[in-house]
């Protein structure tokens, strides 16, 4: 969605979504926050005077129909309906008749279809309205329930709400970004089946098939055997028919009749989940890590107080009769409760009346038994009927990981990543949603995975930026699970070996409990680091890719038989293409960065963008100047995997980047040689880093240290220490020391130094110092917004138009510290053809920064550029 269409301020808009005439008395419309804090409620009236719109019937095949609503408007229950589209005019709840079919069955959550204009639409179920302002006369019915199942429970509905205020996106967007695959336009619930019970007693059915055996026999076969079966739920269709050796339409006679009933249910939904039973005797836990289970403990036992997605939200009304204790009975088919309590629109307090829910940051080494502790914290709340939410980084889901997972819990893992088909994630949803599967293991938005009786949140290596989604809606997954388990009274522990400044002030500041974990288990120490400055190297001649040190150690590792790590955070041969005459360096026609070179394994080199697709072949001479100086500068991984070759002829080596595992399942086939001992030397970017657990490495080379360390961000200092470690941290985790070595420029940089020393405090101090001072998170709140479009003048207006607009509205609420950057070029001003300005906002008090942010987006609305774009980032992590 991002990017594409015409911007109002503050969306990403779909351009195929016409917004539909502006209701009467739009202006009085309530935002779903505003509702959800207890405001005005919205206006239905945008429905008022088309009348009443008929079904046809036809949507049988991808709804279920609820038939001729004419004339059944008093007495009916009234639902708040969210629809399908990405605008912000249409950005709020809608209120719908609901008919008397779907009363006592329809739930919040559930996806409906409805009328909206002369189009019928989809939307979603977010609540039902006591009090309608509307005279009921003048609403429109729903036309179809789409789905069986309410694909999303009551707690995903408020959090939708919380991402609405906190990342300024509209309320649909947040609600899209939780739909399973597929739940627009078909069913995500598995297939209804149909059941026939007996409409009068078993003695009257017997009668009434005695009279039958002459003229209608299978009639009074089907009627018999309901009456023999004795099961108050009747039986299923199929195997009724197959008994009576009857066909539908007999028993669509026997229905015309008022004998029987036809129903159409779903398989049992959330089940709770059995104890769980480890494969072995698991090992006693290391005095560190009992220690933290003891604090711990307590707050999984009061875990999961929140809310129950079988318990309310159900249409209010007369409950259906009949359904109950009937073999295949559904959530969706028991009788109302009360309407699910409305949270507030911030930070919502846990539903229901247990303990106040906890979050933890586990800060533990490098292999110090952090996952040990997130099995057994997911084992504590299976054992009560609850389900967990595991988050790895995308790059972690490694097969060592879910194999752990499965290990521990067999068959009631769920696993969530992106390179699943859509077939297979909604596979995977709907086992999560009926409960079958109440571990969930996954990657970003696996943090909306419909886990009903939600215990825990374990978000493994919270620190790692692919938590941060880059599109709209642009949240944090960390922040999400936050806010989701206040919601739903869960625990969280945010685990990693270098928290993020953020998390770690929170633990310093109480918000969050702090458990440590300082020791590798088995006392086994961690790597010695050791900083290799290459100037020296420069000055004594020695001009290879490796320092002399690093050479010496390798040599030394491979003859005795162990494996080697070669980390270089860029990918290809060269980095740039330099004319030495000029200064000219070749770069993308469509984006504002350089272009790299690539080895094609013919061995000739071509020029690509990493950013878009573009290719071409190097030029011979400069294009600026007419030189033949051009020459290729910067070491990508190609370069270093062609150096090893040479320098190690005998050695096994193997690279891996985005480039070597753009193919399916390369990614897991190296990982497996690896492990197996059957690669020597593995050179490789970040894909490396994280996660991996290889006892024979004992040496990890980082060939340079020093790109990541200037980027333009105001993390690469915390950011270069993160992967820094984490890349140390894969060497010397078997029976044989590990040994880092760090090629840099730069060797007395507090940020490596506080490598070397495994110092995550010296980082963090050093850290939290700079950006007190600046007004950083987290001292401060930022917010950033890019403006974008073909052209560049009209850009670069607007960007100083909302510059001028977000500093009124700062000035105007008064927000206190608040400061708005002057319009700039974005670091990378083109990206893909389109030029970027962005401005950036921060001030102290969050809240009032997104109050003032959105009204100075509204402000602008009505006189923005259509073709300039704009995206709002909320705590921005890029800045390019
Ligand atoms: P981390 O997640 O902190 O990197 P792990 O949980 O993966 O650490 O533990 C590192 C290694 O130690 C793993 O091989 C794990 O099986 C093992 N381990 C963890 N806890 C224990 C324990 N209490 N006793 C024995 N081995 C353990
Ligand atoms: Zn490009």
């Known amino acids: 969605m991002t990017g594409s269409g015409s911007g109002h301020p503050g969306i990403d808009q779909e351009p195929g979504d016409p917004a539909p005439a502006r209701p009467a008395g739009h202006g009085a419309a309530a935002t779903p926050a505003a509702l959800a804090r207890g405001g005005a409620l919205a206006r239905g009236d945008r429905t008022a005077g088309q009348g009443p719109q008929a079904t046809d019937g036809q949507d049988a095949d991808r709804g279920e129909p609820v038939g001729d609503p004419a004339g059944a408007a008093a007495g009916m229950p009234v639902a708040e309906v969210v629809v399908d589209i990405a605008a912000q005019d249409v950005d709020r709840v809608f209120h719908f008749l609901v008919p008397p079919q779907l009363v006592g069955r329809l739930q919040v959550g559930h996806r409906v279809t409805v009328p909206f204009g002369p189009r019928r639409v989809e939307g979603t179920v977010v609540g039902f309205a006591p009090v309608p302002e509307v005279p009921p006369e003048r609403l429109r019915p729903i036309l179809a329930l789409r789905d069986p199942i309410p694909v999303l429970t009551p707690a995903l509905i408020d959090l ?70 004795g099961a108050a739920g009747g039986l299923p269709q199929a195997f009724l028919l197959q008994q009576a050796a009857a ?116 800060h533990g080494v490098t292999g110090s038994g952090k996952t040990e502790i997130y099995l057994r914290a997911i084992a504590a709340v299976l054992a009560r009927g609850q389900g967990a939410i595991c988050l790895v980084p995308e790059i972690a889901l490694t097969p060592q990981t879910v194999a752990r997972f499965r290990a521990r819990f067999g068959n009631r893992v769920a696993v969530l990543h992106s390179a699943m088909t859509p077939a297979q994630r909604l596979a995977a949803w709907r086992a999560i949603r009926t409960g079958t599967k109440p571990v969930v293991v996954g990657a970003r938005s696996a943090i909306f995975a419909p886990v009903p009786r939600l215990g825990l949140i374990v978000v493994d290596e919270e620190h790692e930026t692919s938590y941060k989604q880059e599109e709209t809606p642009r949240y944090h997954a960390r922040e999400v699970a936050l806010a989701r388990a206040r919601l739903e009274g869960a625990v969280v522990i945010l685990g990693s070996a270098t928290p993020s400044v953020e998390t770690y002030h929170r633990a310093l500041a109480g918000e969050l409990g702090l458990l440590e974990l300082s ?70 026609p469509h984006c504002d960065v350089s272009l790299t070179f690539h080895q094609l394994a013919s061995g000739r080199l071509v020029c690509r963008c990493h950013y878009c697709e573009h290719r071409q072949v190097p030029p011979a001479t400069c294009p600026r100047c007419g ?93 270069t220490f993160q992967l820094l470690e984490q890349v140390a941290g894969r060497a010397g985790r078997g029976s044989d020391p590990g040994q880092v070595v760090i090629q840099t420029y730069s060797p ?83 990206l893909r053809g389109r030029w970027r300005w962005h401005v950036l906002a921060r001030a102290a008090d969050g809240p009032a920064l997104r109050e003032a942010t959105r009204a100075a987006l509204a402000s602008l609305r009505p006189h923005w550029p259509r073709d300039v774009l704009v995206q709002v980032d909320v705590d921005p992590y890029s800045m390019l």
């Open 627 to 719: 030189g033949v100086a051009l020459h290729p500068f910067g070491l990508g991984t190609q370069k270093v995997e062609e150096a090893a070759r040479q320098l190690f002829p005998g050695a096994r080596i193997q690279r891996m980047d985005a480039d070597v595992t753009a193919r399916r399942g390369a990614h897991e086939a190296i990982y497996r040689q690896f492990a197996a001992g059957r690669i020597d030397i593995l050179i490789g970017t970040q894909m490396i880093a994280k996660g991996w657990d290889v006892p024979g490495v004992t040496l990890v080379g980082v060939v340079s240290a020093d790109t990541a360390l200037h980027m333009p961000d105001f993390r690469r200092q915390e950011r």
């Open 519 to 588: 020791r590798r288990v088995g006392e086994r120490p961690l790597p010695a680091v050791e900083l290799v400055d290459m100037r020296e190297e420069f000055e004594a001649g020695h001009r290879s890719i490796f320092s002399r040190r690093l050479l010496e150690l390798m040599r030394q590792r491979l003859e005795a038989g162990q494996q080697v790590l070669l980390f270089l955070n860029r990918r290809g041969y060269h980095t740039v293409l330099l004319c030495r005459e000029c200064g000219f360096v070749l770069r993308c």
């Open 748 to 830: 007395d940089h507090p940020c490596l130094r506080a490598v070397a020393d495994h110092d995550y405090r010296a980082l963090f101090d050093l850290e939290s110092a700079a950006r007190r001072e600046l007004g950083f998170p987290p001292f401060g709140h930022l917010i950033r917004v890019v403006v974008a479009g073909a052209e560049r003048p009209p850009v670069e207006r607007a960007a100083a138009r909302l510059a001028a607009a977000w500093r009124a509205a700062l000035a105007e609420a008064g927000v206190e510290g608040g400061s708005v950057t002057p319009a700039a070029p974005a670091p990378i001003e083109r």
């Open 247 to 362: 066909g539908p339409e007999v028993i669509k006679a026997l229905e015309r009749k008022g004998w029987v009933v036809v129903e159409e249910r779903v398989p049992v939904l959330d089940e709770p989940a059995a104890a769980a039973e480890p494969a072995g005797p698991l090992p006693p836990l290391t005095p560190e890590q009992a220690a933290v289970w003891r604090k711990l403990e307590p707050a999984l036992r009061a875990a999961g107080s929140g809310d129950d997605p079988g318990a309310g939200g159900t249409a209010p009304g007369r409950p259906q009769e009949g359904d109950q204790g009937s073999p295949a009975s559904t959530r969706a088919g028991e009788p109302a409760g009360a309407p699910p309590p409305r949270c507030g629109a911030g930070v919502p307090a846990p539903a229901g009346g247990g303990a106040a829910p906890q979050a933890f940051l586990l």
């Open 160 to 229: 939708a709400r919380w991402m609405e205020e906190r990342y300024l996106c509209l309320f649909v967007q947040a609600l899209r970004a939780m739909l399973p695959p597929g739940a627009r336009g078909d069913r995500v619930s598995p297939a209804p089946r149909r059941w026939v019970r007996l409409a009068v007693d078993p003695a009257e059915a017997r009668a009434r098939a005695r009279e039958l055996a002459g003229r209608a026999p299978r009639q009074a076969a089907v009627l018999e055997r309901l009456a023999r079966s």
